[in-house]
């Protein structure tokens, strides 16, 4: 009789197991790490055995704020680090050109950028995503300011001018710069910037004065980001309303 109810019980059991769970099996779980400090990429395995694998997707979100200027500061101290084998040169300054003696071979590779565009991609003006009470020791909302937070995104082209003192060597860097580029998308998202993909690759004919001498690859990258403002209900001298 003990046995009997023993086989029900066994039978109750594997009915009611959840399909969510893992007895027999190891699922592993792979995750992409980033060390920009220490130029390091790697990957985090996870096992899980016997686990609840019920997918559980929080709302992605960025760490920061992020503009143009904090991109190209991202991109300045990756090249840097990650290309400083080749010595190249990433001069922050938009659509800086520098002074070339064409008798003198450039003896370091350079990249400039310039912005071609950057315009609203939906809305004209900032839209509200967020109200808020300010934090403060009056228990009293009404003495606690009300405010919101605006957002607003762009669009923008930006070109990328590789200047090498050969051919070979500006091929190798404008491969070393698209991987660059790749590899990092996800730490600029992170750090918020909401889209950059690879749009072109072509001849600048602004750049031919540098061709009598030196070698020119240009590269054009499709840019998104977000721009997040904050602002109190207050009046001209700090009142509330």
Not at 94 to 110: L, T
Not at 121 to 140: A, H, M, Y
Not at 181 to 210: L, P, T
Request: proline share 2%.
């Amino acid at each position: 009789m003990d046995d009997l109810q023993q086989l029900l019980d066994e039978r109750l059991e594997a009915q009611t197991t959840p399909l969510n769970k893992v007895h027999s099996s190891t699922i592993h779980r792979k995750e992409t790490t980033v060390d920009l400090d220490n130029e390091k990429i790697g990957v985090r395995n996870e096992s899980a055995m016997g686990k609840d694998l019920s997918v559980k997707i929080d709302k992605q979100q960025a760490d920061k704020n992020c503009d143009l200027d904090d991109l190209f500061a991202m991109i300045n101290k990756l090249v840097v680090k990650a290309l400083k084998k080749d010595n190249v040169e990433f001069n922050p300054d938009e659509g800086a050109r520098f002074v070339v003696d064409q008798q003198v071979p450039i003896n370091h590779p350079i990249i400039q950028f310039d912005v071609i565009s950057y315009e609203p991609k939906l809305e004209l003006k900032p839209r509200v995503i967020n109200q808020f009470i300010e934090e403060s020791d009056d228990k009293n909302d009404r003495w606690k300011r009300h405010g919101q937070v605006w957002s607003q995104r762009f669009k923008c082209v930006i070109q990328f001018n590789i200047i090498g003192s050969d051919y070979i060597t500006a091929n190798k860097v404008m491969r070393d710069f698209e991987e660059l580029m790749f590899r990092y998308a996800g730490y600029f998202k992170q750090q918020g910037v909401a889209e950059i993909v690879f749009k072109s690759r072509f001849s600048d004919k602004n750049y031919d004065y540098y061709r009598q001498n030196l070698s020119v690859r240009s590269l054009q990258y499709y840019v998104e980001i977000e721009r997040n403002y904050v602002s109190y209900d207050t009046d001209i001298s700090g009142v509330l309303i």
